[in-house]
């Protein structure tokens, strides 16, 4: 029986599109900010997260990290987030069309379960759910799927928050790449080296399909 990842890759790329589930499916760091600040007593607010590792923007211990790592991946938590608007119309009109939908996420393989419950529960259109170890913080997961493993893949459209995977995909895919305009994206060094039309920052899920009929007109 073949893997998720399998059936995705056997895909054409020409109808792959990438799904990242956090802050891009889910509203998700909304609810961690109040979440760590009342564990931790600190005061920090969501638009000054100027950094992806919430270690770093909460200014963790390593031992309050892993806390929080736990926290942020609990099963109830992770069943409350509420979400994004605007995401339904436009999966339903892609998946109407044809398009393969695959939502990818850096969340760690044991929290698959409740990950599809959720998107169920939501009612999200999807083919393939995959949880890809994007940031090399998932090794002693035995089914985890290794970040070069997606190099392998193209997609014809992508949306990301994280500016690391947003880099990555301009490299190894030839569709173009929403970025969710979040604060830990706005002025990243990473994100200054990239110079593509390719890439396309848009704040909510109503601006994607204006995008793509514009490009669709102008070829």
């Known amino acids: 029986m073949s893997t998720p990842f399998e059936r995705l890759a056997a895909v054409r790329p020409e109808r792959r599109i990438y799904l990242d589930l956090d802050d891009v499916l889910a509203e998700t760091t909304r609810q961690i900010v109040p979440l760590l600040n009342a564990r931790f007593e600190r005061?920090?607010?969501?638009?000054?997260?100027?950094?992806?590792?919430?270690?770093?923007?909460?200014?963790?211990?390593?031992?309050?990290?892993?806390?929080?790592?736990?926290?942020?991946?609990d099963e109830l938590f992770l069943r409350e987030l509420p979400l994004r608007e605007g995401v339904l119309e436009v999966l339903r009109e892609w998946d109407q069309s044809g398009y393969h939908l695959a939502v990818i996420t850096g969340r760690p393989p044991d929290t698959h379960g409740v990950s599809l419950e959720w998107l169920?529960?939501?009612?999200?259109?999807?083919?393939?759910?995959?949880?890809v170890d994007k940031y090399g913080r998932h090794g002693e997961f035995e089914n985890r799927v290794p970040l070069d493993q997606l190099r392998a893949l193209s997609f014809e459209i992508a949306l990301e928050d994280s500016p690391e995977m947003a880099l990555f995909l301009t490299r190894h895919s030839h569709g173009h790449i929403f970025l969710m305009d979040r604060p830990w994206n706005r002025e990243h060094d990473l994100l200054r080296r990239v110079d593509t039309p390719r890439m396309i920052r848009i704040h909510e899920?109503?601006?994607?399909?204006?995008?793509?009929?514009?490009?669709?007109r102008s070829r």
């Not at 005061?43 to 806390?67: M, Q």
Request: proline letters at 2%.
């Open 120 to 131: 169920a529960d939501q009612g999200v259109p999807h083919h393939t759910f995959v949880c």
């Open 43 to 73: 005061e920090v607010c969501f638009d000054e997260l100027r950094d992806f590792d919430l270690g770093i923007a909460f200014e963790l211990t390593d031992t309050e990290r892993e806390h929080a790592m736990d926290a942020v991946h």
């Open 205 to 216: 899920w109503s601006e994607i399909t204006a995008h793509l009929r514009s490009m669709t």
